[in-house]
């Protein structure tokens, strides 16, 4: 429950415990991905797209329950912890794992449905709530001083650009990117060779009238 000293969670803060708890969620797939391609013995990047959207499936259900989890029972993701916020209920009632699954599934469907809107909301809401906090009715506090953004930001760089080297690192270990440059050399060297040849000028009717 709110009260007059009250400081609401900013866009910035939410948005930096948001991309860092998809990339801890995303870390599970994306090692389980790595496993697979380096103890496959194919070389074509087709079967590891399958098994890409499978686990990109897999990731959806185990960032579902790590956030109705979290929620519910320490009101924070790690990401929110770090950040110093805190997820509360409008009228001050205990949260649950059913608040929690309403909010992070039709909660974040009505804030994601154009554009994302609902979410960049929070930037012009006077108690810093997003749609799915409306529809939740929870809002995001502020409990203890976050991370500094001086540290917070290079440590999620450095996340994501090993995520990035490791993927680069397994797909050349098989070849793929070879055959990913060859084949795209191949395309420009036919698109090149397929130069469709100019239209020629239209012949404009003379009016016989205005010759000299």
Known sequence: ?????T?????????FALIFDDLLIASIPFV??????????????TPYLWVAWEL??????????????TYAKYGASLGKI???LEIVKEDGSPRTYRDGLFRFTVGYLVSGVIWWWGFFWVIKDPKRQ??????????VVKKHSSLPLAVAFPILLCIVF???YLIFQSLSQKGMLDKAASSWSDFTKMMESHTPTPLPSPILPVDEGKQI
Do not use: C
């Not at 429950?1 to 000293?5: T, V």
């Not at 496993?35 to 496959?40: A, E, K, Q």
């Open 1 to 5: 429950m709110e009260n007059k000293n």
């Open 7 to 15: 400081i609401y969670g900013g866009f910035g803060t939410r948005f």
């Open 32 to 45: 389980l991905l790595l496993l697979i391609i380096n103890g496959s013995e194919s070389n074509s990047p």
């Open 56 to 69: 990109f499936f897999v990731q959806w259900i185990i960032g579902l329950l790590y956030k109705v989890v």
């Open 82 to 84: 770090l950040g110093g």
């Open 130 to 139: 997003g749609f799915h906090d409306h529809v939740a009715e929870t809002f």
């Open 162 to 164: 090993l995520y990035i």
